[in-house]
């Protein structure tokens, strides 16, 4: 078992201010410390309890983009209108609809190792041949309703120094638009990947800045997971040569919400 | 693949006020009604998103207890002190720690079909030999780290009307701590119940209100996992007579909290 | 100097579930328990401190309400367009921009006390008449840019058990729009009361329910103050006979919010 | 009428971090955009409202600290036990007990224009005899139960180009122990300042880093007041020569916590 999260905590993946973003704050409602000091309501001598409550963008850390998240032309997926997603929430597609497409058979992209670097350069766009030779290299063919883990090593670049250098708000590598028939056509559920943005960063279309989104969100109803950790499976891949496993990444079904935190796992 | 989680919303089990645990709150940070009135910053014509954060109890809604959650004896899991657990969160014993025990063979015990009836009474106390019937009934054997899902029906009766009747802070049906010498013995990971408290409530015990939590959690590192949602696959189990699978619980890795919202499932 | 907010806490006015408006939660972030336990971070010996962080709607508790709050034919005060506050605030007429008008003369009247009554039926429509002989009786003439402080009694009443009997989300005494032209040609800053939701209701308008709100916040740009505590100021009037005063009212000046949380005092 | 208060959003005084506080995060319930795409509950064509709710840190932006903020031998104000703050907020000493203190006389102290600069040097502490020539300056007297606000011009310096260079975390004017007999012997009620951490620091204390918050807090009782604006306010007073004023500065009464957000005003 292979857990795919980072931690969930303020250090998480930095939040560009202007998103309104928030990494995982954990605030305590019961502490020990309260019992050890015979503060603690209903505590009998040393039996006692901890508690706590949390707050956190459905975007920060490990997480499932939902279909009501990106909007193409005022619809989002199923040609749903976008005014149903409100201050209320998702009336429609929210993250709480997902659930069997996202415990299905996993495999595991290791560009990095297929193309002998330990990470891709930040300018680096995966290409069609890439995932076909990918795929070659792990033995495996693509069936519909598989869920890939494209690993970039963009995450390990980050943090190879401990911090998260040049992760968010920057280039990065990834794929384009151009991948997406190739992804429809082998009916992949969803493509989840060790990046910030998703997509290959600039992405050279001239007016929206995120055309993978768009495309993928809102007319396939691709699902998209971002900051995903790929480095122990990925290890564990090279090591025996498997690179196929049985992934689960169910989000908390948050009612309405348009993302979904999720701790995912590569069980083999 | 069948879900064992509530909705997470609003309206998920209600919130004794003294706890100051609070349901699912979700806020948006962008809407699709704010890109159709054509004030979304960074808007080009239709093409935009929606984003949103929420904040809840980390034991609202279906969620594992941690091992930092319960003291005796001043004392959590593992014989740590009791202050290590302070207003900057569980430093050690954080429902992050949990991993791969929760990955593992699940088995139903479904005591309402073996007793015949609808639902547990409010004041049934499961039985060591209520268990073992439960089991022979699956034709399955306890094995090491199993992850058992225990349905009372406490939930089928108290949503029976749309609502949650007489489900939190009432009497309940469960187990005492005259079980756990069992569930030790056959070393259970972990225990997962369609219950708020988790035991047999009233629990008999002249002081503490909770004594199953104070050994099972303190003493032997057990699991207890509350408000799973277990009817659709109990069903599912009655009508297959299949009544192990895989079981798929990873909280979310809460750095330092002290219970772990999650979404987890049974694969069949 | 008399304070004229209710405690802001948990307990606070009940919110209707379906306004997902919440009272205020406080949350730890240090303490004094973590410090006597020795692991708080930075401490030197004794030497130590506690911090806290809290979250509230700004409509909860003793607030204002803003300009940016009611909109009628699809614009708010000043004819600014509906869409200039959306998930990003309210980009104009936020409760920030109010200052000066809210430190200013105020002056009580007392209606239960004029009508010789503990409050005012549940049921009672003050009437013009009654507001000048209030006034009359206070041995004041309105002057324009005043702060009315107006005493129904409600909020006394609902208390009088020590909870909140009957005081939100039913009828309640106040004034109606008929009202409304005495106070714009008098000019009047702002009106406060000891109500939840300001006017008397229902209000007897066909389609809109709260009609004051339109009409006084929409065109007349006239300060709603809501959940006000005037017993302790009324009980001192009516002691010395002394019914103007220094108001002081700032809300916090929170950037785009559509309230303001307030501490307002009368300084005789 | 002179506001004091920076504003309160995401954008005001930089948090540290390591602190865990958090700047006001504002969050819509409901907007103008809602109602003008014809999915807002309720509304009755162009009819609707706005609605919200924030979070903050207690000691972001302008507050007072309250007294059970700081503690030296395991003390608070007063002799109160540290313990008696827990993870539910302080049970002694918490902001909502400060009320008539802070509406009170007011006086300026402008060091800088008695100085003949534009801000005092990050590392100038200000001494007894510039307290006494300020008031000379302003041709006023020390009374018991005053409030001074002690202009540094750090806040300005700070601010000059826009953001918030050097004010958080760093060297900063202002004033040691060696001041605190002068505010006790004038029964000087409360102090606010244009500074982040209030004192001179680094303070010059071998091992305590806010020795004037654990002098002035924990054994003088004295109010101390962080992120004042008073650029304007010491404007008004140099153009009319009038230093004195009637101070309001009521913090919001948050039941149990250790500090206050504050709308505080001049009135002249």
């Known amino acids: 078992m292979f857990s795919l999260a980072i931690p969930f905590d303020l250090a998480g993946v ?3 201010p202007i998103t309104r973003r928030v990494n995982p704050h954990l605030w305590m409602l019961q502490t020990g410390t309260d019992l050890r ?3 603690q309501s209903g505590a009998v001598d040393g039996w006692g309890y901890a508690d706590d409550i949390f707050a956190m963008a459905t975007h ?3 997480h499932w983009d939902g279909l009501s998240h990106i909007f193409y032309d005022y619809q989002m997926y199923n040609g749903r209108d976008c005014t149903l997603v409100s201050a209320t929430g998702a009336a429609r597609n929210g993250i709480d609809k997902l659930s069997r497409e996202v415990v299905a058979r996993g495999v595991l992209l290791d560009f990095p190792r297929l193309l002998g670097v330990d990470w891709l350069e930040m300018d680096h766009r995966i290409s069609v041949a890439e995932i076909e030779r990918a795929f070659e290299a792990a033995h495996v063919e693509p069936t519909p309703g598989d ?3 494209m690993r970039t ?3 390990r670049r980050a943090r190879r120094n401990g911090g998260w250098d040049d992760y968010v708000g920057v280039d990065e590598p990834g794929f384009g638009i151009e991948v997406l028939p190739w992804l429809h056509e082998h ?4 493509v989840a ?3 910030w943005g998703f997509e290959a960063l600039p992405a050279g279309h001239p007016t929206i800045w995120l055309p993978v989104h768009a495309v993928a969100v809102v007319h396939m109803g691709l699902l998209l997971g971002e900051n995903f950790s790929l480095e122990e499976l990925a290890d564990d891949c090279a090591a025996d040569g498997v690179y196929e496993f049985l992934f689960t990444g169910l989000p908390l079904p948050l009612t309405g919400a348009v993302a979904g935190p999720v ?3 590569a069980v083999k």
């Open 60 to 62: 920060a850390a490990t």
């Open 37 to 39: 000091a015979g503060v």
């Open 193 to 195: 990947i060790d990046n």
């Open 147 to 149: 869920i890939l883990l």
């Open 153 to 155: 090593g963009n995450m």
């Open 187 to 190: 009916d992949i559920a969803g």
């Open 263 to 265: 701790h995912p796992a």
């Open 14 to 16: 930095p939040q560009l």
